[in-house]
């Protein structure tokens, strides 16, 4: 009876114990965040964020192939897959700049506009993101605007720079 007892014990204990563990995190010290630092979601087969990637890929090899209506499908559907990508993670830097193109490869550029200046808001120095602003100044006529980021861009001795000079020098 007392084995009975004993074994009934050690079972309980080892149940509990598992239990136990399955709050605990790889480090073994619990819940410690809020998750909202744990971007891996960006990175799932399903995630918006990559559909919208791959849609925007597709949308570039049609409009390469000159199959324009199907590359316009896949833009729009980019669009709605980064929007909803948005709406988990508006403070994403990649995720503003592939908006940002987006819409402007759509002919949006008062959009692309808002999500390029939201991403300078995170990112004030970010190379790219500069040098895409500043081609949407240029090719909307506000060279004024185009020459501020060529100015932000003239200490990083960075390709973002060479290419916005040479299209805002008509080279």
């Known amino acids: 009876m007392k084995i009975l ?49 791959d849609a925007l890929k597709q949308a570039i090899k049609y409009k390469n192939k000159k199959k324009f209506e199907k590359s316009s499908k896949r833009l729009d559907k980019a669009i709605k897959y980064f929007v909803s990508a948005y709406e988990e993670t508006p403070e994403n830097l990649e995720l503003l700049n592939y908006l940002g193109l987006v819409y402007y490869m759509v002919g949006d550029t008062i959009m692309s506009e808002i999500y390029y200046n939201q991403a300078l808001v995170i990112d004030p120095k970010n190379n790219l993101i500069n040098q895409k602003l500043g081609e949407l100044y240029f090719n909307t006529k506000r060279t004024s605007l185009a020459k501020e980021k060529l100015k932000i861009l003239s200490n990083c001795n960075c390709e973002e720079y060479s290419v916005l000079k040479m299209i805002i020098d008509g080279k």
């Open 5 to 53: 007892k004993y074994l009934a014990i050690l079972i309980f204990s080892f149940v509990s114990f598992n239990q136990a563990n399955a709050f605990l995190d790889k480090d073994n010290k619990g819940a410690q965040s809020t998750g909202r630092e744990d971007l891996s979601f960006l990175e799932a087969k399903n995630s918006n964020f990559k559909k919208g990637r």
